[in-house]
């Protein structure tokens, strides 16, 4: 496991998850001058406000101002990772672990321990989280009018969904975007992890399009549910300023799958397992695009 001791947590941090009572330890502060961040992105697998709550999309994306770069790594729902406070569990259990925390059910605690568990397993700070859930995702593709998709390979499942798509060129409304990134049969969580990042860069593409960044306002308003944050304002008008020149070849997209193996908890549970002593250098060097 990656050594916690470079990158502890602060008394001030400790304090507030013991109270459940702060927000702070979500993102650090962003100076006037800083012009790289991390975010945590996360998608919640859920359909109601209770404690049984898991971000079962969990991806970290670096956007660089300077070399106009958005390097983005999602990270498996299943990875057994040390939940700092609690043990080991799946890296998903972390947002579940953080709503314990609250009184009343806190997004920001929550998504505030997801944040620390990358940390403390990766070595990778973070700056600001962006959340939605599946309830709400839709609403943000159908915002912007449908996504454009180029799906590599036809597929069909016939179990849970009983639907498919067709390989080449596919316009998604949000429904249809929603099941696009929520299959993963028959090709596994490597290939709704490859559509979940097919279907966010279909977005951004859009988002650049001229017509789509002059409604960004009223874009912001009419989804002011569907996805929340803490990313500070300033920072998101950086992000949002710097949007029309980032180019489509300055977007990368990566799984950490190939670099993790099946295993087993002692209570039978399905785990990916990795080798702690590479895989955090090898985040936080991918992410630096090394």
Known sequence: MFDASHYPLSRRDLFALALGAAVAPIGRAAAQDQREFTFLVLGLDTREQNTDQRSDVIMVARVDLDALTVRTL???????????????????????RGLTLSSDLDWEIAAGLTAQTVTHNFGVPIDGTAMTDMNRFPAIIDAVGGVDVDNPYAFYDDTYFKRGFPAGELHLDGADALVFCRIRVPDGDGGRVMRQHLVLEALLQKLRQPDMLARIPELIAALNDAVKTNIPLDVRARLLAALPTIQPENLSFTNIEELLWSDYTSGGAWIYQGDWSTLPGYVQSWLAGQ
């Open 74 to 96: 999602s990270i498996p729902r299943d990875l057994y990772v040390e939940i700092p406070g609690y043990g080991y569990e799946k890296i998903n259990a972390a947002y579940q």
